[in-house]
């Protein structure tokens, strides 16, 4: 991604289609994020963007990967 814009306009796309699906069943979306891709001022708008977007849909849950883990463990148990 060259741009914040290229970067925020891939990732609501994604979780945009991710959205309309989940409508019958639920869907997760992973946002890696590394400093060569996002932490340069130039692009850092971008990942603001894509925050702000998911926030306004309302009932996603942004969580990191250990919040997820602990969540399958507490509603699936250990196999």
Same mark, same amino acid.
């Given at each position: 991604?060259?741009?914040?814009?290229?970067?925020?306009?891939?990732?609501?796309?994604?979780?945009?289609?991710?959205?309309?699906? &989940?409508?019958?069943?639920?869907?997760?979306?992973?946002?890696?994020?590394?400093?060569?891709? +996002?932490? #340069?001022?130039?692009? *850092? $708008? &971008?990942?603001?963007?894509?925050?702000?977007?998911?926030?306004?849909?309302?009932?996603?849950? +942004?969580? #990191?990967?250990?919040? *997820? $883990?602990?969540?399958?463990?507490?509603?699936?148990?250990?196999?």
């Amino acid at each position: 991604f060259v741009r914040a814009g290229d970067f925020a306009d891939y990732v609501i796309d994604a979780f945009d289609w991710l959205w309309a699906e &989940g409508a019958t069943t639920p869907k997760m979306m992973t946002i890696g994020l590394h400093i060569r891709t +996002i932490g #340069r001022p130039g692009r *850092i $708008a &971008g990942l603001d963007r894509v925050l702000r977007h998911i926030r306004q849909k309302g009932k996603a849950w +942004i969580a #990191r990967r250990d919040a *997820i $883990a602990r969540h399958w463990l507490r509603v699936h148990g250990r196999r």
